[in-house]
């Protein structure tokens, strides 16, 4: 049977439009997906981690051996000995250095703010950023109590750093450590206590001390012949003055 005109027509037209939207589906799937592409996640490093602290370490963290320093930045004699002590540690690596604050009465205010500005360097930067700070601070104080000179202004203060000075976050920190030195009987700086990290036994150094004292209490250390039953009262061994300290 023959179909009208007008039907044959409609049929091809139904026709055409089946294949132009199924050539349409077939390119849309070819296609790129910009919308897709657009929100893909991008990958993003990591901020390392800053080193835990405080305390402060100087040294490789992994030594067997700590000197646990008990210091007053405004000490003339830990000033002294500050660069001493660090060249000393620098040449030997089974030894680092530990700092713990104790500012002496008669350094106050001054002891304290010096302070406060290196606790805050090192929680806004890490354990570099707080020697740095330390070794900046011992090279521009007056001493003795009377400070940084009048204007003088720590050149890397960061706003980090400037929210940790607004808070008393430093301070906590200052009270503590004191309120330990307290506790282990220690009332001037500088003194030491090298601590052996394997058998926990420390010895206590009054005074800055040379190379040859800390590597004779090392030994004594590493002999294991330092056993006491009071770790908060260590026994302790006389100090000198620091002379030609690394060896």
């Given at each position: 049977m023959r179909l009208p005109s007008i039907v044959r027509r409609h049929a091809w037209v139904g026709l055409l439009l089946a294949a132009a939207m199924a050539l349409a589906g077939w390119m849309l799937l070819r296609a790129p997906h910009s919308a897709t592409e657009s929100v893909r996640p991008v990958a993003v490093e990591p901020e390392p981690p800053k080193p835990a602290g405080p305390p402060w370490l100087y040294g490789r963290a992994d030594a067997r051996f700590t000197v646990i320093g008990y210091a007053d930045l405004e000490c003339p004699y830990c000033r002294a000995y500050f660069p001493t002590l660090k060249r000393w540690i620098d040449g030997h690596p089974e030894v680092n250095w530990q700092w713990h604050h104790l500012p002496l009465a008669m350094h106050e205010p001054a002891a304290t703010t010096e302070a406060r500005l290196a606790e805050c360097a090192g929680e806004a930067g890490g354990h570099a950023a707080f020697w740095q700070a330390a070794a900046w601070l011992y090279a521009h104080t007056r001493g003795d109590g009377q400070g940084?000179?009048?204007?003088?202004?720590?050149?890397?203060?960061?706003?980090?750093?400037?929210?940790?000075?607004?808070?008393?976050?430093?301070?906590?920190?200052?009270?503590?450590?004191?309120?330990?030195?307290?506790?282990?009987?220690?009332?001037?700086?500088p003194t030491l206590q090298l601590r052996d990290r394997e058998s926990g036994q420390v010895i206590v150094l009054n005074g800055p001390v040379e190379g040859d004292a800390l590597l004779s209490a090392i030994d004594l250390l590493a002999a294991g012949k330092t056993a006491t039953a009071d770790p908060a009262h260590p026994p302790d061994m006389p100090g000198g003055p620091a002379g030609d300290m690394p060896r």
């Amino acid at each position: 049977m023959r179909l009208p005109s007008i039907v044959r027509r409609h049929a091809w037209v139904g026709l055409l439009l089946a294949a132009a939207m199924a050539l349409a589906g077939w390119m849309l799937l070819r296609a790129p997906h910009s919308a897709t592409e657009s929100v893909r996640p991008v990958a993003v490093e990591p901020e390392p981690p800053k080193p835990a602290g405080p305390p402060w370490l100087y040294g490789r963290a992994d030594a067997r051996f700590t000197v646990i320093g008990y210091a007053d930045l405004e000490c003339p004699y830990c000033r002294a000995y500050f660069p001493t002590l660090k060249r000393w540690i620098d040449g030997h690596p089974e030894v680092n250095w530990q700092w713990h604050h104790l500012p002496l009465a008669m350094h106050e205010p001054a002891a304290t703010t010096e302070a406060r500005l290196a606790e805050c360097a090192g929680e806004a930067g890490g354990h570099a950023a707080f020697w740095q700070a330390a070794a900046w601070l011992y090279a521009h104080t007056r001493g003795d109590g009377q400070g940084l000179p009048e204007g003088s202004s720590y050149p890397d203060r960061t706003p980090a750093m400037q929210r940790c000075l607004d808070s008393d976050r430093p301070d906590a920190v200052v009270r503590a450590q004191a309120a330990q030195a307290a506790l282990n009987g220690i009332k001037a700086t500088p003194t030491l206590q090298l601590r052996d990290r394997e058998s926990g036994q420390v010895i206590v150094l009054n005074g800055p001390v040379e190379g040859d004292a800390l590597l004779s209490a090392i030994d004594l250390l590493a002999a294991g012949k330092t056993a006491t039953a009071d770790p908060a009262h260590p026994p302790d061994m006389p100090g000198g003055p620091a002379g030609d300290m690394p060896r």
